[in-house]
């Protein structure tokens, strides 16, 4: 069974360069800073109907993750 996406809510990229990531989406692709909760390292960028939230892999919810890996992909569906 092939999975139909309707649309992308929000997604969590884990950065190494969390200024050069900012500029990228926000001088390149045109997105809004939303949000910021340092406490809890995140930046949350506004792409549309979408959400992009960058989060230091040495921020406090970055470590959490353990260290900086290649990119991985995680869907989560609803059927």
Same mark, same amino acid.
């Given at each position: 069974?092939? =999975?139909?996406i309707r649309q @992308? %809510?929000?997604? @969590? =990229?884990? @950065?190494?360069? =969390?200024?050069?990531?900012?500029?990228?989406?926000? %001088?390149? +692709?045109?997105?809004? +800073?939303?949000?910021?909760q340092e406490n809890?390292?995140?930046?949350? +960028?506004?792409?549309?109907?979408? =959400?992009? %939230?960058?989060?230091?892999?040495?921020?406090?919810?970055?470590?959490?993750?353990?260290?900086?890996?290649?990119?991985?992909?995680?869907?989560?569906?609803?059927?």
């Amino acid at each position: 069974m092939m =999975l139909q996406i309707r649309q @992308v %809510d929000h997604v @969590v =990229l884990r @950065v190494s360069n =969390l200024q050069a990531m900012m500029r990228f989406y926000i %001088d390149v +692709l045109g997105c809004t +800073l939303e949000k910021v909760q340092e406490n809890v390292g995140l930046w949350q +960028l506004r792409a549309g109907a979408a =959400l992009i %939230d960058l989060v230091p892999v040495d921020g406090a919810a970055g470590k959490k993750g353990g260290g900086a890996k290649s990119a991985k992909a995680a869907v989560k569906s609803d059927k």
